[in-house]
């Protein structure tokens, strides 16, 4: 009689540890993205969504119009500080819950990954970012009161004054069309920044598994970060909604459709399209600073915490 071995079981599933080292790695490097060419892009972005008019030129020089080089980093402090220092986090612990539960339903990894970024960046949306986008899009858009000889009210008060007039509905005007951009955002740059990859161990002879190099990491982060600026009419659309920017054409009750409606009747498809330069820059930027400086800065936590630091990057 011939006997048979059982079946190996299939591994256990496990939850990812979202460990405190991920969350400083995550923070620290969110932070410096911003604080260097990020917020610089972004508010050339916004600018250019806003006043869809504008070339890129136009636009630079609008910005510089607002306060020189400083006018490049409005709305940095608090909004896009305090957006960088948490989104990261809560991404990391709502996707690691995401995958793992996609998991358990028999989602692969691939699947399962993009489940992940999909829910964490709707939870990023909803959580910090919807304010956050909000508070800095009114810094980038609304009159410089200054021109008037009238001293402008600064960001917390702004907040406060729009809290006050428009309550929580205000201060986060524009959230679900963040909510689809984030949503969009990790699931297409996921998508694409693996094919990139399959793409370059074809060409590189890499099919066997071997490790890509910084380099072709950065090649295939940023084809996926650059690509994912195809959903910028969402982008255009929150701008839209969340703008200070006088216009009397404006439907007064802004919803994600009529927002649409009314871009597309005012400037056709190419305004849904403005500002897709810079978002592309940007998307880039913060590959390099995610990939490139994301070894250095692993090391650089791992010595500090004592903790070694599992996130992916």
Not at 117 to 123: L, P
Request: proline letters at 4%; a positive charge; charged letters at 20%.
């Amino acid at each position: 009689m011939v006997g048979y071995a059982p079946a190996a079981a299939p591994p256990a599933l496990e939850k990812k540890p979202v460990k405190f080292s991920n969350l400083l790695l995550g923070a620290g490097l969110n932070m410096f993205e911003v604080t260097t060419l990020g917020q610089p892009l972004e508010v050339v972005k916004t600018t250019m969504a806003a006043n869809r008019g504008d070339s890129f030129a136009t636009a630079l020089q609008r910005v510089w119009g607002r306060g020189g080089l400083l006018g490049y980093y409005q709305g940095l402090i608090p909004w896009a500080w305090i957006e960088a220092s948490t989104k990261g986090a809560v991404l990391l612990f709502v996707a690691s819950e995401a995958e793992y539960y996609a998991k358990t339903l028999g989602a692969s990894d691939f699947v399962g990954g993009i489940s992940g970024g999909i829910v964490g960046g709707v939870a990023q949306a909803y959580a910090t970012m919807g304010f956050c986008t909000c508070m800095k899009t009114v810094e980038i858009t609304r009159l410089k009161q200054a021109a008037s000889g009238i001293q402008p009210p600064g960001s917390l008060a702004t907040f406060m004054d729009i809290y006050r007039r428009e309550g929580v509905r205000g201060i986060n005007r524009g959230v679900n069309a963040v909510a689809i951009r984030q949503m969009t955002n990790w699931g297409s740059r996921f998508g694409l920044s693996r094919l990139a990859e399959q793409g370059i161990r074809r060409a590189r002879g890499k099919e066997d598994g071997a490790k890509l190099s910084a380099v072709e990491k950065i090649v295939a982060s940023g084809l996926g970060g650059g690509l994912s600026a195809w959903n910028q009419p969402i982008e255009v659309i929150r701008v839209e909604m969340q703008s200070k920017t006088p216009d009397p054409n404006r439907p007064k009750h802004l919803t994600v459709g009529s927002t649409l409606k009314y871009i597309y009747q005012s400037n056709g498809v190419r305004g849904l399209y403005r500002g897709v330069t810079p978002r592309i820059g940007l998307g880039v930027w913060q590959t390099i600073c995610m990939v490139g400086l994301g070894d250095m800065a692993k090391e650089l936590v791992e010595k500090v915490t004592g903790d070694k630091v599992t996130a992916k990057h």
